[in-house]
């Protein structure tokens, strides 16, 4: 690309070879790329992490992370930015929100009260309602049944995006998307003790989920899912590990796709949990589909 020199270009084709592990599709326009500074390294990585594929927010905050990595000691194009100082990440200045395991195990996404019931008899230690519904008296009303269907178990229920009837039905969390970041009370959240736990899908939403201080935080999607419509693209194995080691004082979930046939790679990441929906819920036997998978935690 003509926005570098050609000792620019050198470093940043440098960058995307010892890095292609970390390679989606590039989903933004190429005509997309702004430069924002002069300096070299900041210029060679940013370009570098837009030919990877990250997006425009990405591709800026870790050009300027690796910019300010590599100002305290010599540039190293294998050292992938992992320290969050480098992004200037900081709290705000609300109290932590209540902590749970830095390990949740394995972590089951169920569509009704109902499932969570079964999950928490199967014995499922962590458990999200995902109920989907806009009527206000159905949502309490689920939630509190949820909620009622885990006592005397030993569960972490969470409540997907309904934090007021989470808070109404003292459920054990709340687990919010980033479209409801801007709509949630959090200091009600806080006030009443629930966890907290934020989706994430790249640097600029780990970095917006970290100023609330959350109980956990959420890394995905892995893989492709049919379940839900993506706005970004499946981020893969090998970003997740990037992500897992710059995160690595939190309580983190990898979700999104995940199965059988790739959960040990996302353990292998460091995440403290995995999250799965499908591979549970459209199990044709889901207790033993729950035993299976809670099997990859053991030496975890």
Known sequence: ???????????????????????????????????????????????????????????????????????????????????????????????????????????????????????????????????????KELIQQEVQAAVKSVQGYPCHLFINDHWQAAINCKAYGVHLGQEDLSRADFAAIQATGLRLGISTHGYAEILRAIVYQPSYIALGAIFPTTLKTMETAPQGIGRLYQYAKLLKEYSTVGIGGVDASNIREVIDCQVGSVAVVRAVIQAQDYQSAIAHLQSYFVSN
């Open 1 to 135: 690309m003509s926005l570098l020199s050609s000792k620019e270009r050198i470093l940043s084709e440098k960058i995307v070879q010892i890095h292609h592990a970390l390679k989606i599709e590039q989903r933004d326009s190429p005509q997309g790329v702004v430069l924002h500074s002069e300096d070299s390294i900041y210029r060679s990585v940013k370009v570098a992490c837009f030919e990877l594929g990250f997006i425009q927010q990405d591709a800026e905050l870790l050009a300027r992370a690796w910019s300010k990595q590599s100002s305290k000691s010599s540039f190293d194009a294998e050292k992938w930015p992992s320290d969050l100082e480098d992004f200037n990440s900081s709290p705000v200045s609300l109290s932590t929100f209540a902590s749970c395991p830095h390990r949740l195990g394995l972590y089951v996404v169920a569509p009704s009260a109902e499932w969570v019931a079964k999950l928490a008899q199967a014995g499922v230690k962590t458990i999200q309602l995902r109920f989907k519904s806009i009527n």
